[in-house]
C-alpha cells in the first residue's frame, strides 16, 4: 500500500504564503515524479506543478514565479512553497506521486486534498 498524506494548508490572507508538504509511504521503490494538482469549485482540476526524479520542473503559468516545487528524492516529501498568494489561488490542492511500488506497476497515487483559502 502507498499512502500520500498532505499536510500545510489553511486560510492566508492576500499576499501571505503557505508551505504544503506531501509524504509518501508504503511499499515504495522508487518514486518517477510528485506534484500538486488543485481544483476550485465548479473548476478542472489542473496541475500546479510537478517535478521529476531527475530534477526537471514545470508550473501552471498562473503559479510561475509565486510558487516553488521542492524535495522527494532524500524523504519521498515534496513541499510547495506557496508566495503572493491570491484569492484565485483558492483551491483544495491535491498531491500526486508517480510511485513504482513493490510488486506492484509503476502508477499515479493521490493523497486526499488539503484545502487553501485565500481571502482578507
Known amino acids: 500500500q502507498v499512502q500520500l498524506v498532505e499536510s500545510g494548508g489553511g486560510l492566508v490572507q492576500p499576499g501571505g504564503s503557505l508551505r504544503l508538504s506531501c509524504a509518501a509511504s508504503?511499499?515504495?521503490?522508487?518514486?518517477?515524479?510528485m506534484g500538486w494538482y488543485r481544483q476550485a469549485p465548479g473548476k478542472q482540476r489542473e496541475l500546479v506543478a510537478r517535478?521529476?526524479?531527475?530534477?526537471?520542473?514545470n508550473y501552471a503559468d498562473s503559479v510561475k514565479g509565486r510558487f516553488t516545487i521542492s524535495g522527494f528524492h532524500a524523504d519521498n516529501t515534496v513541499y510547495l512553497q506557496m508566495d503572493s498568494l491570491k484569492p484565485e489561488d483558492t483551491a483544495v490542492y491535491y498531491c500526486?506521486?508517480?510511485?513504482?511500488?513493490?510488486?506492484?506497476?509503476?502508477?499515479?497515487?493521490w493523497g486526499q486534498g488539503t484545502q487553501v483559502t485565500v481571502s482578507s
Open positions: 508504503g511499499s515504495i521503490f522508487s518514486i518517477n515524479a
Open positions: 500526486n506521486a508517480d510511485i513504482s511500488a513493490l510488486l506492484r506497476p509503476r502508477e499515479d497515487y
Open positions: 517535478i521529476t526524479s531527475g530534477g526537471s520542473t
